[in-house]
Each structure stands twice: as C-alpha cells, then as structure tokens.
C-alpha cells in the first residue's frame, strides 16, 4: 500500500487500534461527561457546557466501535436529563442539548458508516483494478514476447521462402490474439464505464438466435460437433443487436472449442413468463470443475489452461458475456444441476412474447 494511501486511512473512522487505544479513548470520552456533569452541578450560575458533551460524543462515535460510542451517547443523553431534574440547567437549554446529543450521534455515526462503506468500496475497486490490470498484462505479453521471438530470429538466420512464409503466418496468429485481446479490455473498459450500449431498439431475439447458428453450424461441422436448434417461441427484447449477436457468438465459441468430434452443441430459446425468455446453450463437453464454477463469469477465468492456450483464449469471453446480459437487464447463469457437459442459461426481459418459431 502507498504512503499517500496509508495518510489517507489514517484520518479514516474507525482504524484498528490496540486495546489500551480503545480504552484510553473511552475513558477520556467518559471523563468529559464527568466533568460536565460536575461542573453543572456544583458550579453554580455557570455556562452551560453542553458543547463539551457534542465533542465527547463526537469522539467517540469517529473513534471507537458501535457499542462503546452508544455508551457514551447514553451517558451524555443521562447528564442532560439529571441537569434537567435537579435545576441547575434550564428546561429550555436541557431539551436543546438533549436534541442535540441524539442528532449528534445519529448523524455522526451515519456519516462514520457512510465514509467507512467509501473506503471499503475504493479499496475494492483498487485491488479489482490492480488485478485486472496485471492479468491484462500478463496476457499481452505472451504473444508480444512470441512475436517478438519470432521476428528477431527470422532476422538473424537466413530464412528460404517457406520458412519466411511460416513465420509471417505465426506472427499473424499472435497479431490476432492481441487485437482480440485488446478489443475484449476495450468492450469491458466501456461496460465499467456505463457505455456499453450505444444504441437501442426492439429486436427479435430468435432472428439473431438464428444467425449466430448459421455463423457456427459449418464450423462445428469441421470440428465434427452436430449443432441443434430448439426456438420454441419468438422474443421481442430491447438492447443492441450487435452486442446481442457477440453474446452468442462467443457462447458458442466456448461451447464448441471444449465439446469433442462427435458430441453436440444445442442452442435454445424458450419463454419463461411473466415477461422474460430463456437462452440456453448445452453442449456434451468435459464440463467445468467444481472449483472453477463460482468464479468461471469472472476475467481471466479459464476450465483448462492448455486448451486456452492452444485456442488462443484469454479468459474474457463469459466476463464480456456478463457485461452485455447486465446491459440488457438480464442474468446469465450456470447450470449446476447439468451433469454431463455444460449449459449456460441466460434470462432476458422481453417486451413481447409469441408462438413457436
């Protein structure tokens, strides 16, 4: 942690401290209730010394825990009711005191709670981005290192046609990568942001269910991987038909890459009322490790790491996924009472139902 982080968390509310701090506090807190409390009494015609009292709650409710603040909010609330009965404040002055006592404590500890709630949630974000930035690097530099390999080597040896050609065509397999890397942090860098979505309309989603099937039925095709298609209902949602057909594409991607020759991949839409429709893709691969399933929508989060690296995935497609559902209103889950193989479920609200395809 930075030195300006560590100033910053030193005047934060609320800071662990070693017991003898904490009673140290409390005891000093409870002291200038005490002396109020004396002064008022035996002092006579003396000031009123109801702003000592707002400090010592003031004290306490930025420093010491709940509990102990309340004692002495208590405590303070019980010197302005015994000033009040034995005379020596005035009714008028002890009813102001006594309101500000309570308004005191309850704005300071909502104000203690909200900057602590602050603190929590910049410290979070810190560390999401730390992560993400370093999982980011650590991606780009594996093809950047490859590439760089490659050319390097290419210019100290002589190369004949062929092998010129081979290298050309690695270093373009690594160029892709990172262009499909970069565009991936690019759509989750506009998803942070609240700008995922540039444009909306009304759009059928069983017509874009539809292409994204014809993209990936000749390539499953090659893959050896029959490809079914179940719309049993059309769905009229709003959002964007080109974040829409990203989604899918890259669910079936995945869907696809861990399903082997011979197995299947199903593309599903089914109405699920009041006002939603459900997406599914199943497919009959190895399916994912009970490890791996709680965190398998977040970045960089990946079944098997040889297999990403031979496909040249990076751990973005469910987190991009993710975004593009979240944009859209609706939920994309797992399927955890699938045994054999995998099925993602996506969940989005429709504006219009109707019959089957």
């Known amino acids: 942690m930075s030195a300006a982080v560590k100033r910053r968390d030193a005047f934060s509310p609320r800071q662990p401290a070693t017991l003898l701090a904490r009673a140290t506090t409390f005891l000093g807190c409870t002291a200038m209730i005490v002396l109020v409390l004396v002064i008022e009494i035996v002092v006579p015609n003396n000031p009123t010394l109801g702003g000592v009292l707002l400090l010592a709650v003031l004290f306490a409710t930025w420093l010491l825990p709940t509990p102990l603040a309340a004692v002495i909010t208590a405590a303070a609330v019980v010197v302005t009711l015994v000033t009040s009965l034995t005379g020596t404040v005035d009714p008028l002055t002890a009813k102001f005191q006594f309101v500000a006592v309570i308004v005191t404590a309850c ?41 760089q390999s490659d050319l ?85 949602v709003e ?32 109405p699920s009322p009041p006002g939603a429709c459900v997406i599914s893709i199943t497919d009959t691969g190895p399916g994912i490790p ?22 040249g995935g990076a751990g973005l497609g469910l987190a991009i996924c993710t975004a593009i559902v979240s944009a859209h209103k609706g939920t994309i889950t797992l399927d955890d009472e699938r045994v054999a193989g995998t099925r993602i479920v996506v969940r989005l609200p429709v504006t219009g139902l109707s019959g089957t395809v």
Request: hydrophobic share 40%.
């Open 107 to 147: 704005l300071s500890e909502l104000t203690v709670r909200s900057l602590i709630a602050s603190d929590r949630a910049q410290l979070a974000t810190t560390e999401q981005l730390r992560r993400f930035t370093a999982d980011a690097a650590h991606e780009l530099r594996n093809p950047l290192s490859a590439l």
């Open 152 to 236: 390097e080597i290419t210019l100290l040896q002589p190369r004949t046609p062929d092998e010129l050609t081979a290298t050309v065509q690695l270093a373009l397999k690594n160029t892709r990568r990172l262009v499909k890397i970069s565009e991936s942090l690019l759509t989750l860098s506009r998803s942070d942001g609240g700008g995922l979505m540039i444009s909306v309309s009304r759009i059928d989603i069983s017509d874009v269910l539809e292409e994204a099937y014809a993209r990936w039925e000749g390539h499953a095709t090659a893959l050896g991987v029959h490809m079914n298609e179940q719309l049993d209902c059309e769905a009229v």
């Open 239 to 270: 959002g964007e038909a080109l974040l829409l057909g990203r989604l899918f594409d890259n669910l079936l991607e995945n869907a696809l890459a861990y399903t082997p020759r011979g197995g299947s991949v199903t593309l599903a839409l089914k």
């Open 290 to 311: 009970a490890s791996l399933r709680p965190v398998i929508f977040e970045r960089f989060s990946r079944g098997d790491a040889s297999r990403s690296r031979k496909t």
